[in-house]
């Protein structure tokens, strides 16, 4: 039912059954009903009126409701995997035309280093086709097997903390959250030549913080400040989602990459 059927329903119904049944009362039961008896009734008919006509109104608004969050969140989504695609289209032909430019020099190795650059991307491409969030597998598990197959390629050991409820995020939530992390961790594999990793997502009371830390060789601010690390992205990524995003590293002293939000509830 449309908006326009609503509108005309809510105006037209409650008239015309409290106006009908005025009519009935001052003509068919004018005989039979004092005034004092005419009173409480119509005050009793208007207030069930008013209950079962509400109930039933605000039902319908919340299935509309619910369908358009839905719609929004598939449009999301498919806004975010485009997005990706968009990246790894450009990321995967830059790396093939230096790994081109290499082994024409005869430089093996670093032609070596771009194909493995190439197969981690595309691995990673392939895992966030195969997981998507309405799949039945929880946000803490995508995470923990992204995880999982991350070490493997990178090197690195890492561990995940993950406490927050099921349904915490939503589903457009979710993807751009994880994009966020695969940023970071995909930072980490390039620049930190970090030995081990850690990742700790909390929510509660509507309030969540991700935290990303590496014990690797850390660099200096105005590198950050520069884009030597490419994290403009994940901070437009945390803006879309009303976070904020707060890095903090040191030479020699690894990085620390803390993302905080609040979900509006309202």
């Known amino acids: ?48 009126i008013s209950c079962i006509y ?66 981690t991307q595309l691995r990673q491409a392939i895992f966030n086709l195969r997981l998507t969030p309405d799949e039945g597998t929880t946000f803490a598990k995508r995470i923990q097997h992204w995880l999982d197959n991350w070490c493997i390629v990178s090197g690195i050991d890492a561990s995940a903390e993950i406490n927050i409820d099921e349904d915490f995020f939503s589903a457009s939530e979710e993807v751009i959250l994880f994009g966020i992390v695969q940023e970071a961790f995909t930072n980490i594999q390039k620049h930190s030549a970090a030995s081990s990793s850690s990742l700790t997502l909390t929510g509660q009371n509507g309030g969540w913080e991700l935290l990303i830390e590496d014990n690797g060789k850390g660099f200096k601010p105005d590198e950050l400040m520069h884009g030597h690390y490419g994290l403009t992205m994940a901070k437009e990524r945390a803006e879309a989602i009303s976070a904020s995003l707060d890095i903090r590293s040191e030479p020699g002293t690894g990085t620390k990459f803390h993302l905080k939000g609040y979900k509006n509830n309202g």
């Open 54 to 119: 509400t109930v039933w109104l605000f039902r319908v608004i919340e299935v509309k409701n619910n369908r358009i969050t839905k719609e929004r969140e598939i449009h999301a989504i498919y806004e975010e995997r485009e997005r990706l695609a968009s990246e790894l289209h450009d990321s995967i032909a830059q790396s093939l035309f230096l790994m081109k430019v290499h082994m024409k020099k005869g430089k093996l190795k670093e032609a070596g280093a771009l194909t493995n650059s190439i197969d």
């Open 1 to 48: 039912m449309s908006y326009r059927y609503l509108k005309l329903a809510s105006i037209l119904l409650p008239t015309i059954l409290i106006g009908g049944f005025e009519f009935m009362r001052h003509g068919v039961f004018l005989d039979h009903f004092s005034m004092e008896t005419g009173n409480y009734i119509i005050t009793l008919l208007t207030f069930l």
